[in-house]
């Protein structure tokens, strides 16, 4: 790795710490990185393409979504809902208001 790529690489991982975890804007980031916000914007999405980054959530709506996904691309549907159940009661209340949800962003 060349120095430039060490600099770059630092660079990177600067700028994402500051974003993510100190929850600085990227305005603030560029300031004290001495560059602009569109190289700060630029320096966070290559961190998070490159593996650097990586979020995480935990909560079970965020496997609900992972679900979606990989039924949308498996079965090349338009659209893909899925919602959790915690019990057998709580699943038609569940599948309820996620159709709501759906109705509400049509017809809107």
Same mark, same amino acid.
């Given at each position: 790795m060349s120095k430039e790529d060490d600099i770059r690489l630092?660079?990177?991982? =600067?700028?994402?710490?500051?974003?993510? &975890? *100190?929850?600085?804007?990227?305005?603030? #980031?560029? %300031?004290?990185?001495?560059?602009? =916000?569109?190289?700060?914007?630029?320096? &966070? *999405?290559?961190?998070?393409?490159?593996? #650097?980054? %990586?979020?995480?959530?935990?909560?079970?709506?965020?496997?609900?979504?992972?679900? *979606?996904?990989l039924l949308q691309e498996k079965y090349r549907l338009l659209e893909c809902n899925v919602v959790p159940a915690f019990s057998e009661e709580s699943t038609l209340d569940s599948v309820s208001f996620g159709c709501y949800q759906l109705m509400a962003r049509y017809l809107q």
């Open positions: 630092d660079q990177k991982v =600067r700028a994402a710490w500051m974003y993510y &975890i *100190a929850g600085q804007n990227q305005s603030e #980031i560029a %300031s004290q990185l001495g560059t602009s =916000r569109p190289v700060v914007q630029r320096l &966070i *999405a290559a961190a998070k393409e490159e593996g #650097i980054v %990586s979020i995480n959530l935990h909560h079970p709506v965020a496997n609900c979504l992972d679900y *979606a996904q």
